[in-house]
Structures are given as structure tokens and as C-alpha cells.
């Protein structure tokens, strides 16, 4: 089955460690997002990537790092600069004809001790 | 800017209550508009979407009508279930292939 997967599902790490989340699509799109959810809060864009090579900030994108370097895969880096890492992290992937409709993965809650 | 407002939750109904959640959006031109649903430790999936004014999404016997006068996409279903108990969003298209999300409401269905 297609789909995206995002690994792991939770994760714990100590302040001031950086930490790479997972995310792998098997749907053959060409645009990935990483979105980041706090409690009762809605969705807020990290980073993008249109294209393989290529990728774009979003609106909170200071303290994160991101590569492109296959389609299938954009994993994400949180760094030791991000001041409140603690939270949701949600990858989506979007097919190039569809205009926006994004397709979501399982999530990964970061939790930073 | 675009923006999306979604009304305050948590919304706590009856099974087999009506249903609605309200959604207004703030946006130049005429946007793709999009619900999409959250089950408790999941990530989203996409429940109904319209592309033009006019349009009514549906699905799983969800609907939302695309109101360019009003700037609303507002979600109704006829009859809750307690299966139905998740986060609602509300989202828009904007330049770039992006969404703008709105802050989610929750529903809770009792039995």
C-alpha cells in the first residue's frame, strides 16, 4: 500500500541534542512539508521541498534543517538552536497535479527532556 | 495575509446530534478550501475539499458548502457518531501549493 511513514512515532532526547526525524513516501510525489502541532493549536509550515535538491522554508522555519537528496525521502533536523522543540512533528507529501491536497503521515511526538 | 478561523472547542454532542463547525477564511482571490480530520494520535487525513464557489464537498455523510459571500466552509453532518469524536481543520490553498490551517476544533460524541 502507498503511503507515508514517518519514524519513529515517539521520540525523547536530551536539550541541546540535535534529532533527525524520518519521513518516507512510496506515492510518488514530488512536494514534501513538514508541519509542526502544539496542543490546541492548528498546523504551522517548517519547511518544503517542490522538488528534489530543492527545498524552501515555511513560516518557522529558524532552528530546523532539512535535505532533499531522494524523492522518496525528508527527513528533518531539529536542532539544538530550536528554543521549544517540544511537539508534533507531521510530514505530508503532495502529487504535482493535485493543487494542494496533501497527504499526512502518522506523526512523530518530539519530546525533549 | 491568508488566514482561517475556526470556532473554539471542544464541541461536546449526543450521538446523533446535528452537527456543525464553523469556518470563515480571509484570503485574495479565490482559494481550493479543505477539511480534514484528526484522530487522536494520528496524523491528518483529508475528509471533503471544494475548488470553487458554489461547490459542496461531501464525504462520509460530511458536507461543506463553499460560500464566496460569506468567506465561510462550514462542516455539518446530519448524524454524529461517537466514531465521528476527533480534531477538525479547516484549511486553505495558497500561492505556492501551500495550506493555511485553522486552529482545530475538537468533538467529542457521547453515546
Known amino acids: 500500500d502507498g503511503g507515508i511513514t514517518q519514524s519513529p512515532k515517539y521520540l525523547f532526547r536530551k536539550e541541546g541534542q540535535n534529532v533527525t526525524l524520518s519521513c518516507e513516501q512510496n506515492?510518488?510525489?514530488?512536494?514534501m512539508y513538514w508541519y509542526r502541532q502544539d496542543p490546541g493549536q492548528g498546523l504551522r509550515l517548517i519547511y518544503y521541498?517542490?522538488?528534489?535538491?530543492?527545498?524552501q522554508k515555511g513560516d518557522i522555519a529558524e532552528g530546523y534543517s532539512v535535505s532533499r537528496e531522494k524523492k522518496e525521502s525528508f527527513p528533518l533536523t531539529v536542532t539544538s538552536a530550536q528554543k521549544n522543540p517540544t511537539a508534533f512533528y507531521l510530514c505530508?507529501?503532495?502529487?504535482?497535479?493535485?493543487?494542494?491536497?496533501?497527504?499526512f503521515g502518522p506523526g512523530t511526538r518530539l519530546t525533549v527532556l | 495575509g491568508n488566514s482561517v478561523t475556526q470556532m473554539e472547542g471542544p464541541v461536546t454532542l449526543s450521538e446523533e446530534a446535528f452537527l456543525t463547525i464553523n469556518c470563515t477564511y480571509t484570503a485574495t482571490g479565490y482559494p481550493s478550501l479543505f477539511w480534514y480530520v484528526q484522530y487522536p494520535g494520528e496524523g491528518l487525513q483529508l475528509l471533503l475539499k471544494?475548488?470553487?464557489?458554489?461547490d459542496k464537498g461531501s464525504n462520509k455523510g460530511f458536507e461543506a458548502t463553499y460560500r464566496k459571500e460569506t468567506t465561510s466552509f462550514h462542516l455539518e453532518k446530519g448524524s454524529v457518531q461517537v466514531s465521528d469524536s476527533a480534531v477538525y481543520f479547516c484549511?486553505?490553498?495558497?500561492?505556492?501549493?501551500?495550506?493555511?490551517f485553522g486552529g482545530g476544533t475538537r468533538l467529542m460524541v457521547k453515546p
Open positions: 521541498s517542490q522538488i528534489v535538491n530543492d527545498f
Open positions: 484549511a486553505l490553498g495558497r500561492r505556492g501549493n501551500m495550506l493555511t
Open positions: 506515492l510518488n510525489h514530488d512536494a
Open positions: 505530508a507529501s503532495r502529487a504535482r497535479s493535485s493543487y494542494n491536497e496533501q497527504f
Open positions: 471544494a475548488t470553487k464557489a458554489d
